[in-house]
Every structure is written in C-alpha cells, then in structure tokens.
C-alpha cells in the first residue's frame, strides 16, 4: 500500500519570494516515482516534476525543484521567484513499480495544499 | 505533449438520470485510462482502472453498477453515472497511459457533473 501526505492544507508566500510544499510518503514497493501536480482553479492537473526513487539528483524543472530526501522518506517542492500565476492547489503523488521494474500505472495522490500567492 | 479530452466539460442533470462523460486520447493509444473523482478543495481520488477490451478494475468502495466504464478502443473510455444523486455531484477527471512514451500519464481537463 502507499501513502502521501502533504501536512500543509494552506501555504501563503510573498510574491518572487521561495516556498516550500511538504510531501511525505510511505510504500513497500522497491521502486517507486515521486510526482507533483499543480491544479489551478480551472481543475485540469498540471505536470510539475518527477523523481525516480533511484534517481541520483534532485529534479529540476526551471522555477520547481523537487528535495528528495528517500531515507526520510520525503520529497518537497520548492517554487523559488513565486508569482500570482503560481496561486494554485498542489498535489503530492506516487506511483510504484514492482519487483521488476514495470510501473502498477495508478497515481495516489497526497490531500493537497492550496498556495496563495500575495503581490 | 500529449493531449487527453474530456467530453462534455460540464453537465447538470436530474436526479434518476444517467450521464455519460468520454474520455479521449487524442494523438496516442491508452491500453489504460483511469477516472478519479475529486470534491470541492479535496484529494482526487481513484474510482477505477480501466483497461482496453477488458473489465475496468473498481477500487474499494466504488459501485461498478453505478458508475459504469467501458474501454472499448484504444482512444476511447467511457464513464456513465448511472441513476445519479446530487451525492454523485463531484469534479471527474481521467487520465491515459501512454506506454509508448516513457509510461508517462496525461490527465484530461476534467467533467464538473452537478445533479439537481
């Protein structure tokens, strides 16, 4: 079984300032991938950043970095330079693979953290 | 990138009907497609995997009676709510598999269904 949590259910930050999300997981399944979604109000999922469990660094994507720290079974967005645009909820995911590799397909989301951005 | 479509993108209807929503990839083939279903500042939550040409596959807790999935192309699943209550109003969302691409997951822009 897997399990996110995302502890922050609302996140305020200054605009061009950095803010950190919280994500925490749990599995058993020996790889695994790590993904971030943002949800603007309109409601369509927005791919972030992807981390693999075996991945050596930290992923990147322009303004999102992902702090993925596997032995405290963590993995953090960071949205540094924050704009209005970014005012959006946020969803933690996992996706585990099995014994060999192959992907199980299904996302477990975390509950979410809403991100207000004030000008 | 991969473009999922969702159709209709809103729908309000009367408590005893059933509605419809599709799910389509547009430019790839999804063997799998799965529907999740998300309330008002909450979670999305996995209703089923649906696989082409086969069963979908419920998760604990979901009717397969009342909300039924059929895959029957491989650019193609449905869902239908079928004797709908304002408790199945709710915000469903899919998303397709693309194994030909890295096994990535594109999301569709969502069905915002409202029975009155």
């Known amino acids: 079984a897997q399990k996110i949590t995302q502890t922050q259910p609302g996140m305020f930050v200054q605009e061009k300032e950095a803010v950190t999300l919280d994500c925490t997981y749990d599995?058993?399944?020996?790889?695994?991938?790590l993904f971030w979604y943002k949800q603007p109000s309109s409601g369509e999922m927005i791919f972030l950043i992807y981390?693999?469990?075996?991945?050596?660094q930290n992923a990147t994507e322009g303004r999102y970095s992902l702090n993925f720290q596997k032995a405290r079974k963590s993995a953090n967005l960071v949205i540094s330079a924050s704009q209005l645009g970014d005012s959006a909820m946020y969803f933690c995911?996992?996706?585990?693979?099995?014994?060999?590799?192959?992907?199980?397909?299904?996302?477990?989301f975390g509950q979410g953290t809403i991100l207000t951005v004030h000008p | 990138g991969a473009v999922v479509s969702q159709h209709p993108s809103w729908v309000i209807c009367k408590s005893g009907t059933s509605v419809k929503i599709e799910c389509r990839s547009l430019?790839?083939?999804?063997?799998?497609m799965f529907w999740y279903r998300q309330f008002p500042k909450q979670s999305l939550m996995l209703m089923a995997t649906?696989?082409?040409?086969?069963?979908?596959?419920?998760e604990q807790g979901v009717e397969k009676d009342k909300f039924l999935i059929n895959h029957a192309s491989l650019t193609l699943s449905t869902l239908t709510v079928t004797s709908a209550h304002p408790e199945d109003s709710s915000f469903y969302i899919c998303?397709?598999?693309?194994?030909?691409?890295?096994?990535?997951?594109?999301f569709g822009p969502g069905t915002r269904l409202t029975v009155t």
């Open positions: 998303s397709a598999r693309d194994r030909g691409h890295g096994d990535e997951q594109y």
């Open positions: 599995t058993s399944d020996p790889s695994y991938g």
């Open positions: 981390q693999g469990s075996y991945d050596q």
């Open positions: 995911a996992m996706r585990g693979r099995n014994a060999g590799g192959t992907s199980y397909g299904k996302l477990t």
């Open positions: 430019d790839f083939q999804a063997t799998t």
């Open positions: 649906s696989n082409e040409g086969s069963k979908a596959t419920y």
